[in-house]
């Protein structure tokens, strides 16, 4: 009769041994995972953003709705437009280099991200804030007749 009541302390013993491990194991893969953990909200389409493809390349919007100081996101492009000083127009792609999560908006010169709060620069894309390792990665975007388009 002991042996049974043994195995039965053993068996649980180890049984919540192994639940434990796999809930640790679950949560540092989630800690670590690539893909966002969150879907941030935020963030601003240009009211004027068509998406339409040129020969230019993909217009994004009119210029004149990118606010001097701040910018705008395009989600649906994957940009970030920014207007670091009247008439200059920067791109940035518009996901973090931290974990992949897409910014979420864009305000007091800085392009920011909701999953981590990662900040970068208006102005280049560096980071202000970590956890991000990098800047943003750059668009090459051009301005015609008033629009914004991807180069």
Do not use: W
């Amino acid at each position: 009769m002991s042996d049974v009541t043994t195995s039965g302390a053993t068996s649980r013993r180890v049984l919540l041994a192994s639940a434990g491990a796999v809930g640790a194991g679950a949560l540092l893969a989630a800690c670590g995972s690539e893909a966002p953990a969150t879907t941030p909200t935020g963030g601003a389409t240009t009211p004027g953003a068509t998406g339409e493809t040129t020969g230019a390349g993909t217009v994004l919007g009119k210029a004149a709705d990118i606010p001097v100081g701040g910018g705008v996101i395009f989600k649906e492009q994957g940009v970030v437009v920014t207007q670091p000083t009247a008439g200059q127009y920067v791109g940035f792609s518009n996901i973090c280099t931290h974990q992949n999560c897409p910014v979420s908006q864009v305000e007091a010169g800085k392009i920011k991200c909701q999953c981590h709060f990662s900040e970068f620069s208006i102005t280049d894309g560096s980071v202000l804030n970590p956890p991000a390792p990098r800047p943003l990665d750059k668009k090459e975007i051009k301005v015609e007749n008033g629009e914004i388009k991807l180069a």
